[in-house]
């Protein structure tokens, strides 16, 4: 025997149509809401990115719940403004499924820089010295010591004397780059050659300050009595003993023996080597010139007067001219148009054996 049909009632069919209803008017809704890239949380990979030079792209994230939008898919991004220092601006619109746009902005901020190249630098004070440093702005140099070294605002350093000194390298600011700071440390290094050099010339260059020294043909303090008064000769190997204690410097003079007697002692010695004739620019300080004079009436020719070469076109010694005697630093012109030999004093050559083993 069969089971009677259950009839629906009208209650059951009233539900039903308010749901068939309900799902018409909500789920639209609730589509348009689910597919509007507005309603969807917005990150940014960064939200302040450094100055590079190039266009900034971060990455954007677009999510609700479980649900990650995918760029190029569901959305495109246009960037505005991203390449330099301020504000920039990315315009999201919605692809595909999804609609709707929205703007977001991030920070370009100034970049860090570093100023590449060493942090200490060792040379001799005879080289030519370079900082070297580089940045992505302007440098700028400040030494912590100008007695041992100076710099130019290109980075050249002109050591003055042996020593350790602080460069303070120094990016300046920009509307791109933050300002940096470095130290640099260099040391300056003097051969015992050198040394002697350097000792030699402060010391006839301190004579030659003092207005008490004064020139006396065929005279050294040996010979008059101990007072301040050198011939050409006796200045020139007074400098070198006081300064340096170079051998056979201790006592000579026109009177014990002349210019020519002290150009061969320089030429018999291995401490002083012949640099024959060479440009002015190629002298070096210390330099010892020899002026040779071809027959000059009475007087005759030969060797008749000697030097030294104080650097930057001056020689230091003691002559007369003008109807003035005495001991100074003059430019060549003053007195002598041209030296005919010149003596480098070279020291004993034990320094370039070390340094060679």
């Known amino acids: 025997m069969s089971k009677p049909r259950r009839k629906i009632s009208f209650r059951n069919l009233y539900i039903i149509g308010l749901m068939l209803l309900a799902a018409v008017i909500i789920l639209p809704v609730w589509f348009a809401y689910i597919t509007n890239i507005e309603n969807y949380s917005l990150k940014l990979s960064v939200e302040a990115a450094e100055y590079t030079g190039e266009p900034i792209k971060p990455k954007v994230k677009l999510q609700k719940g479980p649900i990650v939008l995918e760029e190029g898919f569901d959305y495109t991004l246009k960037y505005k403004d991203n390449e330099e220092v301020g504000k920039a601006t990315i315009e999201i619109e919605g692809k595909s499924t999804y609609h709707g746009s929205r703007d977001t902005e991030f920070k370009i901020v100034k970049a860090h820089q570093e100023i590449e190249g060493k942090t200490k630098i060792v040379a001799n004070i005879a080289d030519d010295i370079s900082m070297n440093q580089e940045a992505d702005t302007n440098l700028s140099y400040k030494s912590s010591d100008e007695s041992v070294l100076k710099v130019d605002e290109k980075g050249n350093v002109e050591p003055l004397a042996a020593g350790e000194a602080t460069v303070e390298v120094m990016a300046e600011g920009d509307d791109c780059y933050r ?25 006839a260059r301190e004579k030659a300050a003092d207005d008490s020294y004064t020139y006396g043909r065929g005279q050294c303090p040996v010979c008059h009595g101990g007072k301040h008064v050198y011939d050409c000769i006796a200045f020139l190997t007074a400098s070198y003993w006081h300064g340096g204690q170079v051998p056979m410097m201790e006592r000579w003079c026109w009177n014990h023996n002349h210019t020519s007697k002290i150009r061969q002692a320089m030429i018999n010695s291995d401490v002083w080597q012949s640099v024959g004739n060479p440009r002015a620019e190629d002298l070096q300080p210390g330099d010892v010139l020899f002026y040779y004079r071809a027959g000059r009436g009475r007087n005759g020719s030969g060797w008749f007067h000697v030097e030294i070469y104080n650097g930057e076109g001056q020689v230091v010694g003691a002559h007369t001219f003008g109807g003035k005697s005495c001991i100074s630093v003059e430019p060549f012109n003053n007195y002598f148009l041209s030296y005919s030999d010149v003596y480098r004093y070279v020291g004993d050559g034990e320094e370039e054996e070390e340094a060679q083993e």
């Open 179 to 203: 300002p940096a700071e470095k130290e640099v440390t260099v040391e300056i290094t003097e051969t015992e050659v050198q040394k002697t050099i350097r000792n030699t010339l402060e010391w």
